[in-house]
């Protein structure tokens, strides 16, 4: 539950505009595990998975990470965090999921929701520091390869994930 107002350093991140696209881009391409990169068309899915959203980035040149937050009546769903690889373990992954939280506090969110893969640690870990508890399920995604090959070799095997809520403030 959303019961307080996430901490976030004044003017840290900035909206992004349609101008840091590509840069954003091969951000999230260094930053994600092919299979969970996103193109322009996953990106523009993401903003638009929502009826209100959210889409910041750092402050920087070049810019070292950025988030899309989605919200829906009172569910934030925190849609993703990339932090540059040369950037990350600095700050601005708790940075952009604070400012994801707060944006969504403000907006009436009482409860906020982010998928990472159970492999992931550093992602959890994240999500743990700035407040996240593991849902009591797990979702399972998985993956049809269709690309055509002569050995027609076996599909990847289903990747889990794990669901995080934020906990209740004490």
């Known amino acids: 539950d959303l019961n307080s107002e996430a901490a976030v350093t004044r ?6 505009r349609r ?3 590509d840069e954003i881009l091969e951000l999230d391409a260094l930053a994600f595990h092919e299979f969970w990169q996103f193109d322009r068309f996953a ?4 903003i638009r998975a929502t009826p209100r959203h959210r889409f910041q980035v750092i402050k920087s040149v070049p810019v070292h990470g950025y988030h899309v937050t989605g919200l829906a009546g009172i569910n934030a769903y925190i849609q993703r965090v990339a932090v540059h690889p040369e950037a990350q373990r600095m700050g601005y992954g708790k940075t952009l999921v604070n400012d994801s939280l707060r944006w969504a506090w403000r907006n009436g969110a009482s409860i906020a929701q982010v998928n990472t893969q159970v492999t992931n640690e550093r992602a959890v870990a994240l999500y743990e520091r700035c407040g996240f508890s593991f849902a009591p399920h797990r979702l399972l995604v998985l993956h049809h390869d269709f690309e055509r090959s002569e050995t027609n070799r076996s599909p990847d095997p289903p990747i889990y994930t794990c669901l995080l809520y934020t906990s209740p403030s004490p």
């Open 11 to 16: 003017g840290s991140t900035r909206r992004a």
């Open 19 to 21: 101008a840091d696209w």
């Open 43 to 46: 990106l523009a899915d993401a």
